[in-house]
């Protein structure tokens, strides 16, 4: 279940990044498909063309994965990227 989500636009390429975090909890019925315990899954989405998704981290608690993607984040708005405010 999506917990938090930020987009990002840069301003002189066609590129939007999408920033998740998800909250996994294991299926029990399907072994092998997955973490074992529940925790939060931070990805990535570069949206254009196609969307790429890459896996950012998997972590047990939600203050460590809203860091990661905070972190993440800057490194984007190093980039020059710059949030995108959902609109009203």
Same mark, same amino acid.
């Given at each position: ?9 840069? &301003? ?73 405010? &959902?609109?009203?």
């Amino acid at each position: 279940m999506l917990v938090f989500r930020e987009q990002y636009e840069h &301003p002189s390429q066609a590129s939007r990044v999408r920033l998740n975090v998800y909250e996994y909890q294991p299926d029990t019925k399907v072994t092998g498909m997955g973490p074992r315990e529940a925790g939060y899954l931070v990805t990535e989405d570069r949206v254009g063309t196609v969307t790429v998704v890459s896996t950012l981290g998997f972590f047990p608690g939600q203050e460590e994965a809203l860091a990661s993607l905070r972190a993440r984040a800057r490194e984007l708005q190093a980039q020059r990227y710059r949030s995108l405010i &959902p609109a009203a």
